[in-house]
Protein backbone atom coordinates (compact mmCIF):
# COMPACT_ATOMS: atom_id res chain seq x y z
CA UNK A 1 0.00 0.00 0.00
CA UNK A 2 1.69 3.26 -0.79
CA UNK A 3 3.13 5.67 1.37
CA UNK A 4 2.18 2.99 4.89
CA UNK A 5 3.71 1.80 7.31
CA UNK A 6 3.18 -0.20 11.24
CA UNK A 7 4.90 -0.63 13.54
CA UNK A 8 3.73 -2.46 17.08
CA UNK A 9 3.45 0.32 20.56
CA UNK A 10 3.00 -1.38 23.75
CA UNK A 11 0.93 0.82 26.37
CA UNK A 12 3.13 1.80 29.12
CA UNK A 13 -0.09 1.35 31.94
CA UNK A 14 -0.97 -2.39 30.52
CA UNK A 15 1.63 -3.16 28.53
CA UNK A 16 -0.60 -3.87 26.33
CA UNK A 17 0.52 -4.93 22.22
CA UNK A 18 -1.15 -2.40 19.10
CA UNK A 19 -0.33 -3.14 15.67
CA UNK A 20 -0.28 0.83 14.58
CA UNK A 21 -0.72 1.10 10.65
CA UNK A 22 -0.14 4.76 9.27
CA UNK A 23 -1.10 6.16 5.80
CA UNK A 24 -0.40 9.74 4.62
CA UNK A 25 -0.98 11.33 1.40
CA UNK A 26 1.51 12.37 -1.27
CA UNK A 27 3.12 15.81 -1.27
CA UNK A 28 3.96 18.47 1.42
CA UNK A 29 1.56 18.56 4.20
CA UNK A 30 -0.49 22.06 4.63
CA UNK A 31 0.62 24.67 6.77
CA UNK A 32 -1.80 23.36 9.74
CA UNK A 33 -0.85 19.71 9.17
CA UNK A 34 -2.78 16.96 7.66
CA UNK A 35 -6.04 16.22 9.23
CA UNK A 36 -6.21 12.54 11.00
CA UNK A 37 -8.87 9.62 10.85
CA UNK A 38 -8.12 7.41 13.87
CA UNK A 39 -9.39 4.00 12.79
CA UNK A 40 -10.21 0.96 15.66
CA UNK A 41 -10.14 -2.55 14.19
CA UNK A 42 -7.51 -1.41 12.03
CA UNK A 43 -7.36 -5.34 10.85
CA UNK A 44 -10.28 -5.34 8.97
CA UNK A 45 -11.00 -2.12 7.45
CA UNK A 46 -7.38 -0.17 7.34
CA UNK A 47 -6.78 -1.14 3.52
CA UNK A 48 -10.61 -0.47 2.51
CA UNK A 49 -10.85 3.10 4.47
CA UNK A 50 -7.01 4.25 3.38
CA UNK A 51 -7.72 3.00 -0.76
CA UNK A 52 -11.29 5.44 -0.41
CA UNK A 53 -9.85 8.25 0.66
CA UNK A 54 -6.89 8.00 -1.53
CA UNK A 55 -9.15 7.92 -4.52
CA UNK A 56 -11.30 10.35 -3.40
CA UNK A 57 -9.39 13.27 -2.19
CA UNK A 58 -7.58 13.22 -5.65
CA UNK A 59 -10.08 15.89 -6.11
CA UNK A 60 -11.58 17.67 -3.37
CA UNK A 61 -13.21 20.21 -5.12
CA UNK A 62 -15.91 17.13 -6.60
CA UNK A 63 -15.64 14.91 -3.98
CA UNK A 64 -15.67 16.79 -0.76
CA UNK A 65 -12.62 14.67 0.79
CA UNK A 66 -9.07 16.08 1.34
CA UNK A 67 -5.94 14.57 1.83
CA UNK A 68 -5.75 13.29 5.09
CA UNK A 69 -3.44 10.77 7.36
CA UNK A 70 -4.92 7.32 8.62
CA UNK A 71 -4.00 5.62 11.66
CA UNK A 72 -5.43 2.08 12.02
CA UNK A 73 -5.35 0.64 15.64
CA UNK A 74 -4.94 -3.20 15.26
CA UNK A 75 -3.25 -6.13 16.81
CA UNK A 76 -1.28 -8.75 16.04
CA UNK A 77 -3.13 -10.92 14.25
CA UNK A 78 -3.78 -11.90 10.23
CA UNK A 79 -7.27 -12.22 11.73
CA UNK A 80 -9.80 -9.28 10.65
CA UNK A 81 -11.21 -9.34 14.44
CA UNK A 82 -8.84 -10.82 17.68
CA UNK A 83 -10.47 -10.98 21.20
CA UNK A 84 -8.74 -8.40 22.84
CA UNK A 85 -11.36 -5.89 21.30
CA UNK A 86 -13.56 -7.36 24.16
CA UNK A 87 -11.33 -5.56 26.30
CA UNK A 88 -10.04 -2.59 25.03
CA UNK A 89 -13.41 -1.29 23.22
CA UNK A 90 -15.84 -1.98 25.96
CA UNK A 91 -15.98 0.46 29.47
CA UNK A 92 -17.65 -2.03 31.51
CA UNK A 93 -18.08 -5.82 31.46
CA UNK A 94 -21.47 -6.62 29.93
CA UNK A 95 -24.28 -7.58 32.29
CA UNK A 96 -26.13 -9.69 29.79
CA UNK A 97 -23.97 -11.10 27.20
CA UNK A 98 -21.92 -13.53 29.14
CA UNK A 99 -21.61 -16.21 26.26
CA UNK A 100 -20.76 -16.32 22.85
CA UNK A 101 -23.48 -18.18 20.66
CA UNK A 102 -21.62 -21.43 20.59
CA UNK A 103 -21.63 -20.83 24.82
CA UNK A 104 -18.48 -20.56 25.02
CA UNK A 105 -17.32 -17.82 27.56
CA UNK A 106 -16.17 -14.09 26.53
CA UNK A 107 -13.05 -12.43 26.69
CA UNK A 108 -12.35 -9.88 29.70
CA UNK A 109 -14.10 -6.49 29.25
CA UNK A 110 -13.66 -3.01 30.75
CA UNK A 111 -10.65 -1.98 29.25
CA UNK A 112 -11.92 1.45 27.61
CA UNK A 113 -10.78 3.60 30.03
CA UNK A 114 -6.75 2.26 29.64
CA UNK A 115 -7.33 2.34 25.72
CA UNK A 116 -8.43 6.17 25.35
CA UNK A 117 -5.07 6.74 27.90
CA UNK A 118 -3.34 5.29 25.60
CA UNK A 119 -4.40 6.46 22.25
CA UNK A 120 -4.42 10.14 24.04
CA UNK A 121 -1.03 10.25 25.98
CA UNK A 122 1.14 7.76 24.35
CA UNK A 123 -0.04 6.93 20.48
CA UNK A 124 -1.08 10.95 19.91
CA UNK A 125 2.09 12.47 21.06
CA UNK A 126 4.39 9.60 19.14
CA UNK A 127 2.20 10.52 15.99
CA UNK A 128 2.68 14.53 16.60
CA UNK A 129 6.05 14.00 16.37
CA UNK A 130 6.88 12.15 13.10
CA UNK A 131 4.17 13.23 11.13
CA UNK A 132 2.73 16.79 10.61
CA UNK A 133 -0.94 16.36 11.84
CA UNK A 134 -3.70 19.18 12.80
CA UNK A 135 -4.51 19.03 15.96
CA UNK A 136 -8.22 20.43 15.24
CA UNK A 137 -9.27 17.98 12.59
CA UNK A 138 -9.12 14.80 14.58
CA UNK A 139 -11.74 11.90 14.01
CA UNK A 140 -12.45 8.56 15.05
CA UNK A 141 -13.82 5.74 13.48
CA UNK A 142 -14.86 2.87 14.97
CA UNK A 143 -17.92 -0.47 14.16
CA UNK A 144 -19.93 -2.32 16.24
CA UNK A 145 -17.58 -2.78 19.41
CA UNK A 146 -15.54 0.11 18.02
CA UNK A 147 -18.41 2.70 17.77
CA UNK A 148 -19.53 1.75 21.56
CA UNK A 149 -15.68 2.97 22.48
CA UNK A 150 -16.63 6.22 20.40
CA UNK A 151 -19.78 6.73 22.00
CA UNK A 152 -17.66 6.36 25.18
CA UNK A 153 -15.33 8.42 24.07
CA UNK A 154 -17.72 11.31 22.73
CA UNK A 155 -19.42 11.30 26.11
CA UNK A 156 -16.78 11.45 28.44
CA UNK A 157 -13.89 13.23 26.60
CA UNK A 158 -15.29 15.34 24.00
CA UNK A 159 -12.54 17.53 23.46
CA UNK A 160 -10.40 14.24 22.19
CA UNK A 161 -11.82 14.51 18.91
CA UNK A 162 -13.42 17.14 16.65
CA UNK A 163 -15.67 14.06 14.89
CA UNK A 164 -17.49 10.65 15.82
CA UNK A 165 -18.05 8.16 13.89
CA UNK A 166 -19.71 5.01 15.15
CA UNK A 167 -21.20 2.83 13.01
CA UNK A 168 -23.29 0.17 14.22
CA UNK A 169 -22.72 0.97 17.84
CA UNK A 170 -23.46 -2.04 20.53
CA UNK A 171 -25.35 0.42 22.76
CA UNK A 172 -26.90 -2.38 24.18
CA UNK A 173 -23.69 -3.88 25.40
CA UNK A 174 -23.14 -0.87 28.32
CA UNK A 175 -26.73 0.56 27.76
CA UNK A 176 -27.39 1.95 31.35
CA UNK A 177 -24.01 3.09 31.90
CA UNK A 178 -24.21 4.60 28.68
CA UNK A 179 -27.57 6.47 29.74
CA UNK A 180 -25.54 7.47 32.66
CA UNK A 181 -22.53 9.21 31.20
CA UNK A 182 -24.92 10.69 28.57
CA UNK A 183 -26.82 12.68 31.60
CA UNK A 184 -22.95 13.74 32.60
CA UNK A 185 -22.07 14.92 29.61
CA UNK A 186 -25.00 16.81 29.49
CA UNK A 187 -25.04 18.31 32.74
CA UNK A 188 -21.09 19.32 31.82
CA UNK A 189 -22.14 21.24 28.22
CA UNK A 190 -24.15 23.80 30.63
CA UNK A 191 -20.82 25.23 31.93
CA UNK A 192 -18.38 23.44 29.44
CA UNK A 193 -19.56 24.01 25.96
CA UNK A 194 -18.10 22.06 22.94
CA UNK A 195 -17.33 22.15 19.19
CA UNK A 196 -18.05 17.97 18.40
CA UNK A 197 -20.25 16.46 15.58
CA UNK A 198 -21.60 13.36 16.16
CA UNK A 199 -22.28 10.43 13.40
CA UNK A 200 -23.99 7.50 14.47
CA UNK A 201 -25.39 4.47 11.01
CA UNK A 202 -26.71 1.44 10.45
CA UNK A 203 -27.53 -0.68 8.14
CA UNK A 204 -31.17 -0.98 6.89
CA UNK A 205 -31.21 -4.74 7.95
CA UNK A 206 -29.98 -4.10 11.65
CA UNK A 207 -33.23 -2.50 12.12
CA UNK A 208 -34.93 -6.02 13.12
CA UNK A 209 -32.04 -7.30 15.53
CA UNK A 210 -33.19 -8.03 18.90
CA UNK A 211 -30.32 -5.83 20.65
CA UNK A 212 -32.05 -2.66 19.02
CA UNK A 213 -29.22 -0.89 18.87
CA UNK A 214 -30.29 1.13 15.95
CA UNK A 215 -33.84 2.35 17.72
CA UNK A 216 -30.93 3.22 20.52
CA UNK A 217 -28.86 5.05 18.61
CA UNK A 218 -31.58 7.28 16.68
CA UNK A 219 -33.31 8.06 20.33
CA UNK A 220 -29.65 9.12 21.52
CA UNK A 221 -29.19 11.07 18.24
CA UNK A 222 -32.62 13.10 18.93
CA UNK A 223 -31.78 13.74 22.34
CA UNK A 224 -28.09 15.00 21.91
CA UNK A 225 -29.53 17.36 18.74
CA UNK A 226 -31.06 19.31 22.10
CA UNK A 227 -27.75 20.36 22.53
CA UNK A 228 -26.77 21.45 19.46
CA UNK A 229 -26.85 25.30 21.34
CA UNK A 230 -23.78 24.07 23.61
CA UNK A 231 -21.91 23.36 20.10
CA UNK A 232 -22.94 19.74 19.56
CA UNK A 233 -24.04 17.92 16.11
CA UNK A 234 -25.76 14.79 16.15
CA UNK A 235 -26.68 12.84 13.04
CA UNK A 236 -27.92 9.56 12.25
CA UNK A 237 -28.28 7.24 9.02
CA UNK A 238 -29.74 4.17 7.79
CA UNK A 239 -27.91 3.23 4.60
CA UNK A 240 -30.31 0.69 2.40
CA UNK A 241 -30.26 -2.52 2.20
CA UNK A 242 -27.25 -2.86 4.10
CA UNK A 243 -26.12 -5.13 6.71
CA UNK A 244 -23.98 -5.34 9.96
CA UNK A 245 -20.57 -6.43 8.04
CA UNK A 246 -21.85 -4.92 4.49
CA UNK A 247 -22.69 -1.11 5.68
CA UNK A 248 -19.09 -0.92 6.23
CA UNK A 249 -17.81 0.54 2.81
CA UNK A 250 -20.92 2.88 2.50
CA UNK A 251 -20.24 3.88 5.96
CA UNK A 252 -16.44 4.44 5.56
CA UNK A 253 -17.09 6.61 2.11
CA UNK A 254 -19.84 8.58 4.14
CA UNK A 255 -17.39 9.16 7.13
CA UNK A 256 -14.54 10.75 5.00
CA UNK A 257 -17.29 13.30 3.96
CA UNK A 258 -18.25 14.02 7.02
CA UNK A 259 -15.04 14.65 8.47
CA UNK A 260 -12.59 15.70 5.49
CA UNK A 261 -14.61 18.39 4.08
CA UNK A 262 -12.80 21.04 2.47
Known amino acids: ?12 AENRAYQIKV ?8 PGGYPVVYLLDANSVFGTMVEALRLQSRRPDKTGVVPAIVVGIGYETE ?37 LQFIEE ?9 FKIDRKR ?19 KPGA ?19 AEEREFAARLAEDPVGVRLLLAFGELEKSHISRNCDSAQELAERLSGLSGH ?3 AEFKVFEDE ?3 SVLPVLISRALRFALSP
Do not use: C
Open 161 to 179: FQYYIAGSPSIHWNKQYLF
Open 79 to 115: EPFAPERFYDLTPKPTTEYLRRPDGTALPEQGGAGHF
Open 231 to 233: GVK
Open 138 to 156: QAIFGHSLGGLFVLYAFLT
Open 243 to 245: NHV
Open 1 to 12: MPRAEQWVMRSN
Open 122 to 130: ELKPHLERE
Open 23 to 30: AQPPGDPP
